[in-house]
C-alpha cells in the first residue's frame, strides 16, 4: 500500500469547502479509485473562524499560502485562492520550487502566467493541473491534452460564461433588455465583484487562451485575445439573429491560420439547431475538432461547489495515480510564441447600422461595403418612428479587414449615426 | 530522450490502416506531445497482400497474431482485429503475459471477458485500454475512469450505436418505415455482417456492460444487460412519441440502485428538446450524471476510420507519457460482482396495443392495468378501418415489475391482439 497523498488547501471559499468535503465524506471511494488514501494535511484561508459547513479542526492552520505550499507534509498544493498575482502566485511558485505538484483552479494566474510557471513545474519535476479551471466541471482540459491528443485541432469554440449565456438567454426566451437581465443576474449573485470580468468577455477570454495553448502547442496568449463583451447586445439583435434560424452567444473560438493564431472572445451568431445553438441558461460548451476525430462537443455545468470541486479532485486523483502531464500537453520548452492573426478567416457578418433618415443614405452604405469588397447576403430596413431608420445587413462570408475598410468609410457617407452593431457568425 | 515506443498492430481494416497513417504522418505532433518517439515495429493481417492505402513494408509481417504479440521489439500490442474470441483473445492474452502493454477498440471481447483480461493485466504489471471500444471517437472512457473519477456516478446514458440512429432519424424524418430504413442503412454500409448487433443492441450493449463497469466498480456484467433491439419501433410510434414532445432513441442506461445494478439497452422515449432527443443520424452521446458534476454530455463520432483511430492512438500516447491506469479504474481484485436489477426505478412508460374491435375492448385495457397499479396518464384510441383497433396508452410513473403484470393479465381479456409494444420514457 503507498503513502498517503496529502494535500495543502489554500482557499476555503465554496469550492475550496466543497474539495475538503469531497475528500472526507468519500474516503473510501477515492482510495478504491486510485489505490491511494488522499488526504488533507493543512489548509489556510483569510478567515479563520468562518464557518464553512465543513469541520477543518482536524488539519493544520496556515494564514500564509505560501507557508502552506512549502510544508514537508504537503505533497500536492491546490491552489484556490483566486487572482493573477499576489498570494496565489507566490504560493504556487513556492510549491513549484519545493517541488509540490499543484492543482489549480484559477483562470487568471495560468492566462497571465502559464508559460513561466509550465516553465518552473517542469524544472522542478512537478505537474501542475487546471481541469478547474476552464469550463468548470466537464472534463475539457483532459479531454484535449489526452485523449484527442492524436490529432491536429483544427478548431475549438466554447461557450465558457455560464453569466454571459444566462443573461443572453434570458433577452430571448424573457423578452428582458440587457440592463434588465444584468440586473437579474446581478440579484442571483451570478456576477463577479467586477463584473467586466464575466461581460466583458475576461473571464472567458482567459480560459480560451488556456484551451488554444494546448490545442495549438503555443504558449497563453491571452493578451492576443481579441475581446469583445456582451453589452451592445440588444434584443432586437437577438430577435433578428433568431428570425435568420440563429441564437446569439459569447463565444471564444480559436484557431491556427497560415497568417497566425486567430483567439477571439466575442458575441456570435451561431445557428438556432446546433449544439451551441441549443445551449441555454448557465450550462458551458466546448467544441473540439481535430482532422482524425472531427467534431468532439463536451457540454455541462460550468461553476458551482460540485462541478468545479469535481474537476479539482479529478486532477488530485490523477496525481494519486503517478499520472504526469506536461502542462500544456507538450513539454514547455517546446511551446512556441505564436503570432496573431486578427481575426482573418473570412466569415459572414452581421451588422446593425442607424441610418440618417435621408435620400439616399442606404444606398451609401452599401456603396461603402461594395467598394472594400464587401458583398451583401441580405438587407432589411425597419419601418421607424424617429428620425434614425434601423437597417440590418448580413453580408457574404468576408474577411474582418475587409469589413472594418468598410466601417472606416461609413463615417464619411454623413448617414450612419452610432457605430455600427458588427457580429460574426461562425460556422458550425 | 527516451527510447522510442514501440507497436504491434494486429487487424489492418480501416482503423488499422489509420492508426498506421497517424504513426507515418504525425511522427513530429507524436513525439512534441509525449515526449517519445512512437514507432511500428510489426503489423499482422489476414491477407498480406492487400493494398491498404499506406506503406507497411518497412514493417514486420506475422501471420500470426500471437506472435506479434509476443515479439520483443514490441511494447505495445494494438489489438484491431476483433471478435469476443478467437485470435482477438488470444494475442491479447500472450501480449499481456508476455508484460506487453494493450489498446484494443474490441468491445465484444471486453464486454465477454473483461474481468479476466483485466486481472490478467494487473498481474504482469500491464495496462489494457480500451477508449476505441466505446462511442468511437469522444473520449469517454476517460472522462468516466479519470476526469470525474471523484463523483458517485448516479446514471449513464447512452445513444451508442449510429446504425440504430440513422434508422430511427430516417424513420422519422424521412417517413420511411424500419423495413425501408434498414435497406437504406444496409445499401450504405452502415450494417455488420449479423444485422442483429446493430439493430438487435447487442454493440451497444457491449459498450455499456464497460461503462457500468467503470462507473459502479463492478464486474462487467454483459449478460445482465436487458437488451432489446429497434425491430418493434414503428413509424407509428415515432409519429405518436413526437406529438407528445418525445423523440425515440436505442438509449443505454445503467444505475445503481438499492436493488442492485440496472443496465438495460433498449429502444426509449427522450424528451425531443434534451442533447439526446436532439441528436440525429450516425453521432454518438454518451451522458454521465454524477453527484457532484451533475450531467456532463459528450458528443462525437461513433465510428469511422479517423475517429477510431484518434481514440487508440490517445490511448497509445497515454502509454507513452507513463499513465498507468487500472483497466475498469479500480484495482480488478476490487471490482465486486453485481446483483442484476431489472429496470425497478419507477418511469412512465408508453404501450401500443392492438385492440379486437368490440364492445368494452379499452375498459378491459384499461382494468388490466389499475388492478395491476398502473395508472394512466394518457390514453388515445384512432380511427380505424380494420377489425384492430390501435391504442396508445402513457402510464404514470410504475414499476417494470408492475407494468409486466398488467400485461401478463392482457390475454386473458380476450381483446389485445399481438404483443404490446413497450417503451420506457427515460426522464432526462
Request: hydrophobic share 45%.
Amino acid at each position: 500500500m503507498s503513502d498517503p497523498l496529502r494535500l495543502g488547501i489554500a482557499g476555503l471559499g465554496t469550492v475550496g469547502a466543497g474539495v475538503v468535503k469531497i475528500v472526507r465524506q468519500k474516503a473510501a471511494l477515492l482510495e478504491a479509485r486510485t489505490g491511494r488514501e488522499i488526504a488533507v494535511s493543512a489548509v489556510s484561508a483569510r478567515n479563520r473562524d468562518k464557518d464553512r459547513g465543513v469541520p477543518l479542526t482536524s488539519y493544520a492552520w496556515e494564514d500564509d499560502p505560501v507557508t502552506l505550499a512549502t510544508r514537508d507534509d504537503v505533497d500536492v498544493f491546490v491552489e484556490l485562492v483566486g487572482g493573477s498575482d499576489g498570494p496565489a502566485k507566490a504560493a504556487v511558485e513556492a510549491a513549484l520550487k519545493a517541488g509540490k505538484d499543484v492543482v489549480t483552479a484559477n483562470k487568471a494566474l495560468l492566462a497571465h502566467h502559464g508559460q513561466a510557471l509550465a516553465e518552473l513545474a517542469e524544472a522542478n519535476g512537478c505537474v501542475l493541473r487546471f481541469e478547474a479551471a476552464v469550463a468548470g466541471g466537464i472534463p475539457v482540459i483532459k479531454a484535449l491534452t489526452e485523449g484527442l491528443a492524436a490529432n491536429e485541432i483544427t478548431r475549438v469554440m466554447g461557450v465558457m460564461n455560464g453569466t454571459c449565456n444566462y443573461i443572453l438567454t434570458r433577452m430571448e426566451n424573457g423578452g428582458l433588455s440587457y440592463d434588465e437581465a444584468f440586473a437579474e443576474a446581478d440579484g442571483l449573485g451570478y456576477l463577479e465583484a467586477d463584473p467586466e470580468l464575466d461581460v466583458g468577455g475576461i473571464d472567458a477570454g482567459h480560459k480560451l487562451s488556456l484551451l488554444s495553448a494546448i490545442a495549438y502547442g503555443t504558449q497563453v496568449a491571452f493578451d492576443a485575445v481579441e475581446l469583445e463583451g456582451i453589452g451592445r447586445v440588444s434584443i432586437e439583435d437577438i430577435r433578428q439573429a433568431s428570425d435568420m434560424g440563429y441564437k446569439i452567444k459569447l463565444l471564444g473560438v480559436c484557431r491556427m491560420t497560415g497568417r497566425g493564431l486567430e483567439q477571439s472572445m466575442s458575441p456570435c451568431l451561431v445557428p438556432a439547431t446546433s449544439p451551441l445553438g441549443q445551449l441555454e441558461g448557465g450550462t458551458n460548451m466546448v467544441v473540439i475538432e481535430g482532422d482524425q476525430v472531427g467534431q468532439i462537443v463536451l457540454r455541462g455545468a460550468g461553476a458551482g461547489e460540485g462541478p468545479t470541486a469535481s474537476a479539482v479532485m479529478g486532477d488530485v486523483m490523477d496525481v494519486a495515480r503517478g499520472t504526469r502531464v506536461t502542462t500544456f500537453g507538450a513539454p514547455a520548452s517546446r511551446l512556441v510564441a505564436s503570432t496573431p492573426a486578427k481575426a482573418a478567416t473570412p466569415a459572414p457578418y452581421y451588422l446593425r447600422l442607424a441610418l440618417a433618415d435621408k435620400p439616399g443614405a442606404l444606398a451609401k452604405v452599401a456603396s461603402a461595403l461594395g467598394e472594400a469588397g464587401v458583398s451583401i447576403n441580405r438587407m432589411r430596413q425597419y419601418d421607424h418612428a424617429a428620425d434614425a431608420a434601423p437597417v440590418l445587413i448580413v453580408t457574404h462570408k468576408t474577411t474582418r479587414a475587409a469589413l472594418d475598410a468598410a466601417l472606416a468609410a461609413m463615417p464619411a457617407t454623413g448617414v450612419v449615426n452610432d457605430a455600427p452593431v458588427v457580429l460574426r457568425i461562425e460556422q458550425v
